[in-house]
């Protein structure tokens, strides 16, 4: 996919993930500016205890 369509939906996980997060940073090829991305990595450390809402995973 082009770059910034990779950047929008990165800013958009980043946002949902955020609160449940100590750390959250894009990397990757998105962090990198390739035109042309495959994926988007993301990494995060998350707060103790996990807190992330099942419906989370159920979208």
Do not use: F, H, N, W
């Not at 609160?19 to 959250?24: A, L």
């Not at 990757?28 to 390739?34: I, M, N, P, T």
């Amino acid at each position: 996919m082009e770059l910034e369509k990779a950047k929008v939906i990165a800013r958009k996980v980043v946002k949902e993930l955020s609160p449940y997060c100590d750390k959250i940073q894009v990397a990757g090829s998105v962090r990198r500016q390739k035109p042309t991305v495959k994926d988007i990595d993301i990494v995060l450390i998350p707060r103790r205890p996990p807190s992330l809402p099942s419906e989370t995973y159920c979208q």
